[in-house]
């Protein structure tokens, strides 16, 4: 953007500057006594700074307004850049939260597992301490 602005910048600046010249040009070549060639040289002149004032106002303007769109497009894409977190944090915890109750019951489960097993381990060896013993009363 600011390459457009260099450019149009050098644009208004030679068309001011080729109009000036222009100006000066022609007034130097008019059929006319001094005075009336200064009035007219002054004249012009006003009308010319006048123009360039209204162009650098109307500039000034679209600035602004350029500016200003620039600064709700910033806000409203931070806002919206805010959300877009706050919904991926929310999504971050549920999933952790899911994965600590799977956890939790995967845990659970797997004690209980441990414990049958356990029993059932118990109750094999007391039978084989048993069985040993019928074995050797015999």
């Given at each position: 953007m600011s390459r457009d602005s260099n450019i149009s910048k050098g644009l208004l600046i030679g068309?001011?500057?080729?109009?000036?010249?222009g100006a000066a040009v022609a007034l130097l070549y008019a059929p006319k006594s001094g005075k009336e060639l200064r009035k007219d040289?002054?004249?012009?002149?006003?009308?010319?700074?006048d123009?360039?004032?209204?162009?650098?106002k109307t500039a000034t303007e679209k600035a602004k307004v350029t500016i200003n769109e620039g600064?709700?497009?910033a806000e409203q894409?931070?806002?919206?850049?805010?959300?877009?977190?706050?919904?991926?944090?929310?999504?971050?915890n549920r999933i952790?939260?899911?994965a600590k109750g799977k956890a939790s019951e995967a845990i659970k489960s797997g004690k209980e597992t441990?414990?049958?097993?356990?029993?059932h381990l118990k109750t094999a060896i007391n039978a084989g301490i048993d069985?040993?013993?019928?074995?050797?009363?015999?």
């Open positions: 068309f001011l500057s080729g109009a000036v010249v040289i002054k004249d012009k002149t006003q009308d010319f700074k123009d360039a004032e209204g162009f650098l600064k709700t497009k894409l931070i806002s919206e850049a805010k959300v877009k977190a706050d919904e991926l944090l929310q999504d971050a952790m939260t899911d441990l414990a049958q097993e356990g029993e069985a040993y013993k019928d074995t050797k009363k015999s």
